[in-house]
């Protein structure tokens, strides 16, 4: 029998699932491929102002008979940020995790912008992972790895367990995790953990997941539980209707930015074709002019 779970693509979930630190340890660390001692999180927040609309799209005025604001503010989290402990063979360091969602294609660029933001803040070794929430690249595997790797460029050869610190600070490891495309044959824990963000059509329903596979892991566990319980929490759906309007604020948005782009581009052509129309107008009156001459002078002539 498949569980409803709330959809932890949603910031809303995804910051009350991280909250949990027992769970936020558990799951990067099963990502990063490292144990992890001790972690605390530094949440980032937002709040956005949504502005109720009517069917016309006009702003709603201020109305005695509603007694809801003509506008609506909500917490939500672009990324969530973690001072962690991690074990090495040559015992422990700390390490800046930056963890982001993204839902739209347009977050790339935000990614990018918080990236060198945290390099001008601290100089700790820093871990980034991205849930990237739509079709991002088939192409590509569900969940990928770009790792530093140190080479010994004159001769062409990685060096074995070698890290500096100012290089380390300055270069970062980083996980991609295509929502998308993890359809997980379960074979160890880190398919067990990710499945259940899994974004896959045919379990979706509103803000719910309904997840149907075996729960035999600890971590899974612990997960599901809570995302269980937060899919019956009132407020916790009511944000969620909330997220889900913004978004759909943002995607009319960038749709309407692209067409504007496109009725642009449009212009600069018919501009472009008026302006060789205007040349070729002119190399026409002065062909013609050329030949006026030479006929006045063959006239001359005569």
């Not at 959809?7 to 809303?12: A, F």
């Not at 367990?161 to 991609?176: A, G, P, Q």
Request: aromatic letters at 8%; hydrophobic letters at 35%.
């Amino acid at each position: 029998m498949a569980i409803a779970l709330a959809n932890p693509i949603y910031d809303t979930v995804f910051k009350f699932l991280l909250e949990d630190l027992d769970i936020a340890r558990g799951l990067i660390s099963e990502i990063i491929h490292e144990e992890i001692v001790s972690i605390q999180v530094k949440p980032q927040e937002n709040v956005v102002s949504l502005e109720r609309k009517d069917l016309s799209g006009l702003p709603v005025k201020e109305n005695i008979r509603d007694p809801r604001p003509s506008t609506s503010s909500f917490f939500t989290v672009y990324r969530l940020d973690f001072l962690a402990e991690i074990k090495t063979l040559e015992g422990t360091k700390k390490v800046l995790i930056e963890l982001q969602k993204a839902k739209l294609s347009t977050d790339i660029m935000r990614f990018r912008r918080y990236l060198g933001e945290q390099y001008t803040k601290d100089s700790l070794p820093l871990i980034t992972i991205y849930f990237i929430g739509y079709a991002f690249d088939n192409t590509l595997p569900g969940v990928i790895e770009v790792a530093r790797v140190y080479r010994d460029r004159l001769n062409n050869r990685t060096i074995e367990r070698k890290t500096n610190e100012f290089i380390d600070s300055l270069t970062h490891d980083s996980f991609v995790i295509q929502l998308f495309e993890l359809k997980t044959p379960m074979q160890n824990r880190l398919e067990k953990v990710l499945s259940i963000f899994s974004q896959a059509t045919e379990r979706l329903k509103d803000h719910i997941v309904y997840y149907d596979f075996p729960t035999d892991d600890d971590l899974q566990n612990q997960i599901v539980r809570r995302l269980n319980y937060a899919a019956s929490d009132e407020t916790l759906k009511r944000q969620m209707d909330l997220e889900e309007e913004v978004l759909m604020e943002l995607q009319d948005l960038e749709r309407k930015i692209e067409n504007q782009g496109k009725v642009i581009v449009e212009k600069e052509k018919a501009i472009e074709e008026k302006d060789k129309t205007i040349v070729d107008k002119d190399k026409t009156i002065e062909e013609k002019d050329r030949l006026i001459q030479e006929l006045k002078k063959k006239l001359s002539e005569l």
